[in-house]
């Protein structure tokens, strides 16, 4: 199991690594929106959808890393007063009834759409805007997937942790 949750941490990790040196051309492709609009009064659709399709797909993508990394929005109001135990319980049920509820559900009415798109080779229907919408819309079963796997790395260190609680009682 050890294994397993090494390398769920690992390629979320990895995706979280390459997605962060995204955020570079993100937000140059912002800058250039911005600065061609307000002081050219200029506007390129391509260029528009890029930004926002690359803004997309990284969050798409780093979400299971930054799930990885605790750096999630949580109600923080009772977990960090709460024992090492009480925190991996929240966490073990959580996932299992929140995370992975969302996950599937998710997944479920996704995967037609993206797989519908990507059969049809679905472009923006904006004119001038970029080929490729169905790789965007493809991103969302991933999304699915590294979330799903993340959170099984999650729950599998929760039930370890209430697991040997447990035994040291």
């Known amino acids: 199991m050890q294994?397993?949750?090494?390398?769920?941490?690992?390629?979320?990790?990895?995706?979280?690594r390459v997605c962060a040196w995204l955020l570079l051309p993100m937000v140059a492709l912002a800058f250039c929106v911005v600065g061609l609009r307000y002081v050219a009064n200029v506007g390129y659709p391509w260029l528009s959808e890029a930004f926002v399709w690359l803004n997309g797909a990284i969050v798409l993508l780093a979400s299971a890393d930054v799930l990885r990394t605790d750096q999630h929005v949580r109600v923080d109001l009772f977990f960090k007063r709460f024992s090492a135990r009480g925190?991996?319980?929240?966490?073990?049920?959580?996932?299992?009834?929140?995370?992975?509820?969302?996950?599937?559900?998710?997944?479920?009415?996704?995967?037609?759409?993206?797989?519908?798109?990507?059969?049809?080779?679905?472009?923006?229907?904006?004119?001038?805007?970029?080929?490729?919408?169905?790789?965007?819309?493809?991103?969302?079963?991933?999304?699915?997937?590294?979330?799903?796997?993340?959170?099984?790395?999650?729950?599998?260190?929760?039930?370890?942790?209430?697991?040997?609680?447990?035994?040291?009682?």
């Open 3 to 16: 294994r397993l949750v090494e390398a769920i941490d690992g390629l979320n990790e990895l995706i979280g």
């Open 87 to 169: 925190r991996a319980a929240v966490d073990f049920f959580g996932v299992w009834l929140l995370l992975m509820p969302m996950v599937v559900v998710t997944g479920y009415f996704a995967w037609p759409i993206a797989r519908f798109s990507a059969g049809i080779l679905e472009s923006s229907p904006t004119p001038d805007g970029l080929p490729l919408l169905w790789v965007l819309k493809l991103l969302i079963p991933a999304f699915c997937v590294l979330i799903g796997l993340q959170g099984l790395a999650l729950s599998i260190r929760a039930w370890r942790t209430l697991r040997d609680d447990r035994a040291a009682v």
